[in-house]
């Protein structure tokens, strides 16, 4: 037997809509985290940017927006992403968007090694927000800005902090990696499971005259990585110089810590 269920045409058409528009917006969110996980920063900012010339709502504008200011950090945009990042918080979003974003500020200033303004921006973020989901992250961004600093005894005290407050979080496993170094600055060029590699690249620095050394470390899952390092220098400014020697070299490099 057949039920036959009478709908009002108009009800009916603006529920079809309504329905088609919600989905379109999931549909288009989706495209755009979807292309940020790949790594295609590009395609991010396009499909974000489009999403928010739609006039979405507030929520969904925060969203995009953040994911705009994602991309754009992938693509080495720091005063680009920061503006978007800023949009966000006028927005008013969740308060855990509203965290993400301004984590995100933080990010953008130590990515282009303003870390004065890095540290700045995450003392007051944890002064504003001291009951954040994301305290453990922020103090750890506080540590790293002063190590960067060569604020050893101040990024010491926030490190240990973590450690105190969030013994079992991800970032207290990169404190204590932190805590355990000595205090000098390094350029990494490389990180391996496999020993051996590690140890090749070593030779090879060695064989072009460059002080590399081997460090083993553990990841949270207790995993064991090589990682190779040149130089054990007193300044930024001296590991900045030979980041760019190693870097003319061919090699990847980042400053550690």
Same mark, same amino acid.
């Given at each position: 037997?057949?039920?036959?269920?009478? !709908?009002?045409?108009?009800?009916?058409?603006?529920?079809?809509?309504?329905?088609?528009?919600? &989905?379109? @917006?999931?549909?288009?969110? +989706?495209?755009?985290? /979807?292309?940020?996980?790949?790594?295609?920063?590009?395609?991010?900012? #396009?499909?974000?940017?489009?999403?928010?010339?739609? +006039?979405?709502?507030?929520?969904?504008?925060?969203?995009?927006?953040?994911?705009? $200011?994602? #991309? %754009? =950090?992938?693509?080495?945009?720091? %005063?680009?992403?920061?503006?978007?990042? +800023?949009?966000?918080? %006028?927005?008013?979003?969740?308060?855990? =968007?509203?965290?993400?974003?301004?984590? $995100?500020?933080?990010?953008? &200033? $130590?990515?282009?090694?303003?870390?004065?303004?890095?540290? !700045?921006?995450?003392?007051? &973020?944890?002064?504003?927000?001291?009951?954040? %989901?994301?305290?453990? *992250?922020?103090?750890?961004?506080? @540590?790293?800005?002063?190590?960067?600093? #060569?604020?050893?005894?101040?990024?010491?005290?926030?490190?240990?902090?973590?450690?105190?407050?969030?013994?079992?979080?991800?970032?207290?496993?990169?404190?204590?990696?932190?805590?355990?170094?000595?205090?000098?600055?390094?350029?990494?060029?490389?990180?391996?499971?496999?020993?051996?590699?590690?140890?090749?690249? !070593?030779?090879?620095?060695?064989?072009?005259?460059?002080? @590399?050394?081997? *460090?083993?470390?553990?990841?949270?899952? $207790?995993?064991?990585?090589?990682?190779?390092?040149?130089?054990? =220098?007193? /300044?930024?400014?001296?590991?900045?110089?030979?980041?760019?020697?190693? #870097?003319?070299?061919?090699?990847? /490099?980042?400053?550690?810590?």
């Amino acid at each position: 037997m057949k039920i036959f269920m009478h !709908v009002p045409q108009k009800l009916s058409a603006m529920s079809v809509l309504l329905i088609f528009l919600v &989905f379109s @917006g999931f549909t288009k969110m +989706n495209d755009i985290e /979807t292309a940020i996980i790949e790594k295609d920063f590009k395609t991010a900012k #396009s499909l974000a940017e489009d999403f928010v010339s739609q +006039n979405p709502s507030s929520l969904d504008a925060a969203k995009a927006k953040y994911y705009l $200011g994602l #991309s %754009e =950090l992938g693509l080495v945009q720091y %005063e680009s992403a920061r503006t978007a990042f +800023n949009q966000v918080l %006028e927005l008013n979003p969740s308060a855990s =968007l509203y965290d993400k974003a301004w984590l $995100g500020i933080i990010d953008s &200033f $130590g990515m282009e090694e303003k870390f004065e303004d890095d540290l !700045v921006q995450a003392e007051r &973020f944890l002064k504003e927000r001291p009951h954040s %989901e994301f305290l453990s *992250v922020i103090y750890l961004k506080i @540590g790293r800005a002063n190590l960067k600093l #060569s604020r050893w005894s101040k990024a010491e005290d926030y490190l240990k902090k973590l450690i105190h407050e969030f013994p079992k979080s991800f970032e207290a496993h990169t404190a204590r990696q932190f805590l355990s170094e000595k205090r000098f600055f390094a350029i990494q060029v490389g990180s391996f499971l496999d020993q051996e590699r590690a140890i090749a690249l !070593v030779e090879e620095l060695k064989n072009k005259g460059e002080y @590399g050394y081997l *460090v083993e470390t553990q990841d949270h899952e $207790g995993r064991a990585f090589y990682r190779v390092r040149v130089g054990q =220098l007193k /300044t930024l400014d001296e590991a900045h110089d030979m980041r760019q020697r190693l #870097s003319e070299q061919g090699y990847p /490099t980042h400053i550690y810590p």
